[in-house]
């Protein structure tokens, strides 16, 4: 064990060290943890767009999934927040992890029986119940197992794992369609990968983050909001990524491409689904071994407005090539939004609040990721899935231009440092949280 302080083997010092996360063994564990249980979500999402596909033919199907897993989250998120503040994150999220287990296995069951829609919808209600609780509290867990120094690159690392596995889970999925020709055995994997999360989130010693110890009222249940509110460069950074993925959500559309536009198949769909995530994973690994942004503000705006470009010639292409080059283009581009976001909340947040800013958080984004899975199959039953695109894509740029007209503070965002008194967020009050060194390795 080295001394508390000291820096670990191989590891850059006063230089940009890109492997910095990796070398403590707590957030090791949660990066496995993590990939795995994406692996399984990945597959699944897969799975239940195909299946419906399939069995209904219809686009506002697909987007009734979107739908029934973002009501729960909106409505429970905010208390979800609350709670994680006040109680053992690590305890909320194995509970949360075993309803998704539950559902998992409920799908599993309805698969191989064809049971009726209702019940897939109301597992997938479930799902996102269980998520509404879930990402709250495990967005505390890697502030438990790395220092504030290492963030940016523990939210790289932490992007480039979810993308690997949005990479291989479509790819697997989609030959074990084509295979067996039933989607049974990949939720009954999803509910696998669950229950390895479980064992190594009980290997996590890291440390304890402060809780909360305002009374549960209304008001503390709001604070979260008013956090976001203030911070401007936050709430620029959420409004960007919210509304880009509401308006650009192509991938929701990908069956309908590969069956009807570009008649590539399942296998076909497969490689889409993978698409966007090779050119995160790409553009995680870049980030990682690139210097901290210098105009981190500037750099975002720029790769939101060419995630609307990219999705514009991805609704207007006929050639399948030409298709998953944009989709990995998406990828790309979309991933310098997450890191920065991720960055941001990871920084500029107190720890006794990391709860109810996560739950805000997770609202924009299942709005942005759900609702725009819904959006893209309401849409594209009214005016045709081509159409429903390149709209969302025109929407998208809209949106850009709109924040920054409307945030300054994100035009001007340098890096991605914590403010300080010398260095004060010009748009709004902050907090600083004197954290103590984590020593790598085993604790």
């Keep these: 064990m080295l001394k508390r302080g000291a820096a670990p083997g191989n590891m850059s010092i006063g230089g940009h060290d890109p492997y910095a996360a990796l070398r403590y063994r707590d957030f090791r564990y949660l990066l496995i ?5 994406s692996l399984g979500e990945q597959m699944l999402s897969f799975a239940i767009a195909w299946e419906l596909w399939l069995r209904t033919g219809s686009t506002l199907a ?33 509970i949360a992890q075993v309803l998704l287990m539950v559902c998992s296995l409920s799908l599993a069951l309805l698969s191989y029986i064809e049971g009726p829609l209702s019940l897939i919808y109301l597992s997938l209600f479930g799902i996102g119940l269980a998520r509404s609780f879930y990402t709250p509290a495990t967005s505390t867990l890697l ?3 790395v220092p504030p120094s290492v963030f940016t690159s523990a939210a ?11 990479i291989i889970g479509p790819a697997i999925a989609g030959v074990v369609v084509a295979w067996l020709n039933v989607v049974t055995e990949i939720y009954l994997f999803d509910a696998l990968a669950g229950l390895t999360f479980l064992v190594l989130v009980t290997q996590i010693r890291g440390r304890e983050l402060a809780l909360s110890h305002t009374a549960a009222t209304l008001d503390s249940l709001a604070e979260g909001l008013r956090f976001i509110r203030d ?32 008649k590539v198949g399942s296998e076909g769909l497969g490689i889409m689904r993978a698409a966007p995530s090779i050119g995160a994973l790409v553009m995680a690994i ?15 705006l720029m790769a939101v407005f060419g995630f609307g470009v990219a999705t514009i010639v991805f609704g207007l292409s006929k050639t399948f090539w030409l298709s998953v080059l944009m989709l990995f283009a998406l990828g790309a581009l979309d991933n310098i939004s997450v890191v920065i976001r991720a960055t941001l909340m990871l920084t500029y947040t ?23 899975y819904f959006e893209s199959g309401a849409v594209s039953a009214l005016i045709g899935p081509v159409l429903a695109v390149v709209s969302g894509g025109i929407g998208t740029l809209l949106v850009v231009l709109s924040v920054a007209l409307a945030w300054p503070a994100m035009r001007n965002l340098k890096t991605l440092d914590a403010p300080s008194s010398d260095k004060p967020d010009t748009s709004t009050e902050t907090f600083v949280v004197a954290v103590p060194d984590i020593v790598p390795g085993d604790r």
């Design 143 to 145: 502030p438990q197992t």
């Design 62 to 94: 697909l987007g009734l999934v979107g739908l029934a897993q973002v009501i729960p989250i909106v409505v429970f998120s905010l208390p979800a927040g609350h709670i994680a503040d006040h109680h053992n994150r690590k305890r909320i999220v194995m």
């Design 350 to 372: 107190p720890d006794e609040m990391r709860g109810r800013t996560s739950s805000v958080n997770s609202i924009f984004i299942s709005a942005s990721n759900e609702l725009g």
């Design 33 to 37: 943890g993590r990939f795995v249980t």
């Design 231 to 262: 911070t401007k460069v936050i709430l620029a950074a959420i409004t960007l990524d919210m509304f880009a993925v509401l308006f650009g959500g192509a991938v929701a559309l990908l069956p309908v491409y590969a069956t009807d536009i570009l």
């Design 286 to 300: 870049s980030l990682a071994h690139l210097p901290p942004f210098r105009h981190a503000g500037r750099t975002l």
């Design 156 to 166: 790289t690392w932490s992007s480039s794992a979810w993308q690997l596995a949005a």
